[in-house]
């Protein structure tokens, strides 16, 4: 009669020699026909029989060694009852090896055509999942691209806005009035400066047509005869420098206050015309002096 350690042995044999998980199987099968009679439900196997629990009511027996009457207690105590395969094998009218062979050859079958197909699974399975995960990308990029669109509009809608209510506020609207009367101011000084340029332009020329004048009166002094005529010619230039050295004076000033930066030019420029017509009246004195 096998034991419990044989029995576990015999079941490693067709778990591939694996006997902790023949162990563990008989264990768990043990545990779960424990827990239902426990429960007082039945275990029922096809095939090989019933578990089940049976309630004995108290009665009253004799004890066979003396006669004598005893009670007997209510008890519950477990049951078997075998099934037709059961009863059938133990009976002898089943050949039981004969059909564990064929069960044995056609679960090597089974298994045969079930590692024949596995590839095919497999692939299948791949291809399933690849599928899977190719439409999952494809939906996760539009609903991506879709996102970023949506948020390009939100974006470019919102910098609308605030460039609208940045122009509409009125410190922009100051600020662009301010920049206006500045260009306006500038092309005004713009003006202004141009033409006091060509004021000072102008001055030079009409000292040298002054020069010549006085160098033709001088001319003619010289060839009018008789001393009287002299000095009549010497007063008229002395007269006509005067007069030319007021203009220039004036010129000097308005080209000074107009432009700031030839005020110093023309300040030299006046002050040495001042002093050579100084020595030029030294000069016209000392010779009127001498004619005398």
């Not at 424990?34 to 275990?43: C, L, P, Q, T, W």
């Not at 102008?202 to 003619?220: D, Q, V």
């Not at 015309?273 to 005398?292: N, V």
């Amino acid at each position: 009669m096998p034991n419990k350690a044989q029995f576990i042995d015999q079941l490693a044999e067709r778990l591939d020699g694996d006997r902790r998980r023949a162990a563990a199987a008989l264990d768990a099968v043990i545990d779960n026909v424990y827990a239902a009679i426990a429960r007082g439900e039945k275990v029922a196997i096809t095939g090989f029989g019933v578990f089940e629990r049976r309630d004995r009511a108290a009665r009253t027996a004799r004890n066979p060694a003396t006669g004598a009457t005893v009670s007997v207690p209510a008890s519950r105590v477990p049951a078997f009852r075998p099934g037709t395969e059961f009863r059938e094998i133990a009976s002898g009218a089943r050949d039981f090896t004969a059909e564990r062979t064929a069960r044995a050859q056609a679960s090597l079958t089974r298994a045969a055509d079930s590692v024949r197909d596995a590839p095919n699974r497999a692939a299948a399975a791949v291809r399933d999942a690849q599928d899977r995960v190719t439409n999952a990308v494809s939906d996760a990029q539009d609903r991506v691209t879709n996102a970023v669109s949506d948020a390009q509009d939100l974006a470019s809608t919102a910098v609308r806005d605030v460039a609208d209510a940045v122009r509409n506020t009125p410190a922009t609207k100051a600020a662009q009035k301010a920049a206006d009367r500045a260009r306006k101011r500038a092309a005004k000084q713009a003006k202004a400066a141009k033409k006091a340029a060509k004021k000072a332009a102008a001055a030079p020329a009409k000292k040298a047509s002054a020069t010549k004048k006085s160098a033709a009166a001088k001319s003619l002094a010289k060839k009018s005869s008789g001393p009287a005529t002299k000095k009549v010619a010497a007063k008229n230039l002395a007269s006509k420098s005067a007069a030319q050295k007021s203009a220039a004076k004036k010129a000097a000033k308005n080209t000074a206050s107009k432009k700031a930066a030839k005020k110093t030019a023309a300040k030299k420029a006046s002050k040495k015309t001042a002093s050579k017509k100084a020595a030029k009246k030294t000069a016209s004195k000392k010779a009127a002096k001498k004619s005398r």
